[in-house]
């Protein structure tokens, strides 16, 4: 089920006032989430239910079995091992298998062989990248007596299950919300309305910036017979505010959904595009992934505190490694190395922790300096988004080639109405980004007047319902 | 929780009751500008119910007596629909009625895509019941709601306002064939590339030798109500542009043309078939409708069959 389906209008309603109705029972109400969870998730395809099951048990026996093991033990290490074989395994072989066979196999064909390969030709289950590294993030919490394990199945499988960020996260860690679901939660009127105000700005961004850009980037991207170069800058343009208000429009969602039911989820976007240079970035785009990675992968690997060689390695491995938890192909490994490349001089210069404030936070505009390192980065990332939007490498070249060659920059005809509406909608999202840069999220500040407030509501449901160019699923449902 | 839900009632609330009235007042209106467009004027004899290829090809200032009621995107039983309507509105006026079907309304004729019929302004909230065939009811009705009864008729209302005219139904078409020559081959290439292949890849994707049975039983059913309300029926189909025409199977093409034959000769029907009809392209706007040049040139050969 996608948020901005109608669907959604009577599921979440009847969603609420069930959970409200059962708050006396904390059992019941778990068991409540767990139900939803599975009817939005099996909405799309009820036969994947059956994997996020696995996932969950498996994940809840592995803690039963850790909790009386001798930390660290070889046995402990084992589980450990297959855990994450296990969880792993099921995300390879939906996701990556057909991908490195395929690729096998060309090699073997260009040596001269002709090996006899078989696909599984499966549909990517959705939010499986999602809910395995939540389920990876427990166990490896629970080997390292960071959590203690669950002894309670069904606050377990709400953990990994629960419907807000279950398809499109915020990854969460079990540190943070299985403990949620272990306790009585009560109704704040208060975080009710900030959800419900912060739902209804990841409906802008998703429905108004997103899906406008998404119309007129697809236009100008899609076409392989116009190369523009023009268009090709402005389709990617497009791409970069795309992408963003997708994303973080999910993100924004299903944490003010999570809000309506009592649940604080981490926060997963923090105006990314206001960065200085590319560290800031990549502590400001899809949080929750990012801190995955550095908690599981670059620390284990020895961080940032080994010697040059080491520090070097480490950043391509989770780049690349990041780039391909994407999608299986090229193009995210290509983006993945092309952020190590901008990341490494900032580590190995020690400048990667520069911009840990807020940019321009005691002022109202950032000074010259902090503009231009901000269009710098914002440049760079725009270059990165361009192979992630190729479908190969290939075209992200012929792009590029047609970014650079001013003989191929004509003038750009018949543009989709939806382009004049994506770029007001980013500007009004860049300028109240902006002025909210030091909130949780976009419009958290608004008027204490009641009825101005409930003007800006109005005026963006309006947006939302009116300018919606047909219904646009969410970039990060095929990762 | 009380408070709570008594602010997202009343929040909700607003904008309810302005989309209810809205909508009802739409709906009325619509209503009463449908049944007051479907009345025959002096001398009008002859009707044709068709979609916007019917609606830009045959010029009543050329063809006399004709009445052009068709409509952008109709479905073939939405054509059957209006028909039966027009009928019922102008007793023992209408000697002649013009049955068109189409090649490109194979296969689609119930299931295509509602946003597709919302974006043309075509019968909305008369026929809903259309929208059961469709996968997302919910969704489609919404979206329907949405672009005709808020966007659309809204925008209209507010132009009608201004230029001090009357509510305009868009339930009932007419003749108006779309914009001139000067646009033509530039679109058209564009039409030839993307559009026309998916228009004909819908068609293609039906095998052959498969009889299209929706569309046969809702054309036999038109002529069996036509020679109920004591009017000749002619089956008859338009042109389409080269590009468009070559792009179809020449099997299905065959095909479509043998079985409506073969409908129109157990019914003792006249068919006037079009569809090889080879129009030079500045007659055409696009892949499938006819500019003014080439609606004067195509009523003039319709007439002469006729």
Redesign the interface.
């Known amino acids: 089920m996608l948020f901005n389906s109608p669907e959604f209008l009577l599921f979440l309603p009847l969603v609420f006032a069930g959970y409200w109705l059962l708050g006396a029972h904390l059992r019941l109400q778990n068991l409540f989430v767990v139900a939803a969870s599975y009817v939005f998730y099996g909405w799309w395809d009820w036969r994947f239910l059956a994997l996020i099951v696995f996932t969950s048990a498996w994940s809840w026996i592995f803690g039963l079995l850790e909790s009386n093991a001798e930390p660290r033990s070889a046995a402990s290490k084992a589980r450990l091992a297959l855990s994450c074989v296990i969880n792993l395994g099921i995300l390879g072989a939906f996701k990556y298998y057909d991908f490195f066979v395929g690729q096998a196999a060309e090699l073997l064909r260009a040596c001269g062989f002709e090996p006899h390969v078989a696909f599984l030709q499966v549909a990517l289950p959705v939010g499986v990248s999602f809910y395995t590294f939540q389920a990876l993030s427990y166990t490896i919490d629970v080997y390292r007596r960071q959590i203690a394990p669950t002894r309670d199945p069904i606050a377990f499988f709400a953990f990994i299950s629960f419907f807000p960020q279950l398809v499109a996260g915020p990854i969460e860690r079990a540190t943070n919300l299985l403990p949620q679901f272990l306790r009585p939660r009560a109704f704040d009127y208060g975080e009710a309305v900030l959800g419900c105000r912060q739902m209804l700005w990841g409906f802008f961004k998703k429905c108004v910036v997103a899906d406008n850009c998404a119309v007129a980037a697809n236009f100008l991207l899609n076409d392989a017979s116009l190369h523009n170069g023009l268009g090709t800058w402005l389709g990617v343009l497009l791409f970069t505010f795309q992408i963003y208000g997708d994303f973080s429009g999910y993100s924004d969602i299903a944490i003010g959904c999570s809000r309506l039911f009592g649940i604080r989820l981490m926060r997963n976007f923090a105006c990314p595009y206001f960065a200085r240079d590319i560290a800031e970035f990549w502590r400001r785009w899809h949080i929750s992934l990012t801190t995955w990675f550095r908690d599981y992968l670059y620390i284990p690997l020895g961080g940032s505190r080994c010697g040059a060689w080491k520090r070097v390695r480490n950043t391509f491995v989770i780049f690349l490694v990041s780039g391909l938890w994407h999608g299986a192909n090229w193009t995210f490994v290509a983006w993945g190395a092309f952020h190590a490349a901008l990341f490494l001089p900032l580590l190995l210069g020690g400048r990667n922790r520069r911009h840990l404030d807020v940019v321009a936070e005691d002022r109202a505009l950032p000074s010259l300096r902090e503009l231009g390192e901000m269009l710098r980065t914002f440049f760079f990332a725009l270059l990165g988004w361009t192979l992630f939007r190729a479908q190969s490498i290939s075209e992200a070249g012929r792009w590029f080639r047609d970014m650079v060659d001013v003989r191929t920059f004509g003038s750009l005809h018949h543009l989709p109405r939806e382009t004049t509406i994506a770029a007001v909608a980013v500007a009004a999202l860049l300028l109240v980004e902006w002025f909210n840069r030091r909130e949780a999220y976009g419009c958290a500040r608004l008027p204490r007047l009641t009825s101005m407030r409930w003007g800006v509501y109005f005026v963006l449901l309006w947006l939302v319902v009116f300018y919606t160019p047909g219904s646009q699923t969410f970039i990060y449902f095929q990762f | 929780?009380r408070?709570?839900l008594k602010?997202?009632i009343l929040?909700a609330a607003?904008?309810t009751v302005i989309a209810v009235v809205w909508t009802a007042f739409v709906v009325v209106m619509e209503y009463r500008s449908y049944v007051g467009a479907l009345t025959l004027a002096e001398g009008e004899t002859m009707v044709v119910c068709g979609d916007s290829q019917t609606k830009d090809a045959l010029d009543p200032a050329i063809i006399p007596g004709l009445r052009n009621f068709s409509t952008a995107a109709t479905t073939c039983d939405q054509d059957a629909m209006r028909l039966k309507d027009v009928l019922a509105a102008n007793p023992g006026k209408v000697r002649r009625v013009l049955i068109d079907v189409s090649p490109l309304k194979i296969g689609y004729d119930i299931s295509r895509p509602v946003?597709e019929l919302n974006a043309a302004r075509v019968h909305t909230f008369i026929h809903f019941y259309h929208f059961k065939e469709n996968r997302?009811p919910?969704?489609s009705v919404?979206?329907l709601w949405?672009d005709v009864v808020?966007?659309r008729k809204f925008n209209e209302f507010r132009k009608s306002i201004l230029r001090g005219r009357r509510w305009k139904s868009s339930l009932v078409g007419g003749f108006d064939p779309s914009t001139g020559v000067g646009f033509v081959s530039r679109k058209l290439r564009k039409m030839a590339?993307s559009d026309a292949t998916d228009k004909a890849a819908r068609v293609n994707s039906r095998p052959p030798a498969t009889s299209d049975l929706p569309l046969l039983d809702i054309l036999e059913e038109q002529v069996k109500l036509v020679r109920a309300a004591g009017a000749e029926p002619i089956i008859t189909t338009m042109p389409l542009s080269g590009p468009l025409r070559e792009a179809i199977d020449p099997a299905r093409r065959a095909a479509f043309t043998r079985e409506v034959e073969a409908l129109a000769r157990r019914l003792g029907v006249v068919y006037l078939n079009y569809l090889e009809l080879d129009l030079p392209i500045e007659c055409w706007h696009d892949g499938n409708h006819l500019n003014r040049d080439g609606a004067e040139v195509f009523s003039k050969r319709f007439l002469r069959d006729l």
């Open positions: 929780m408070r709570f602010r997202l929040f607003i904008p946003s997302r919910l969704g919404l979206s949405r808020f966007k590339r």
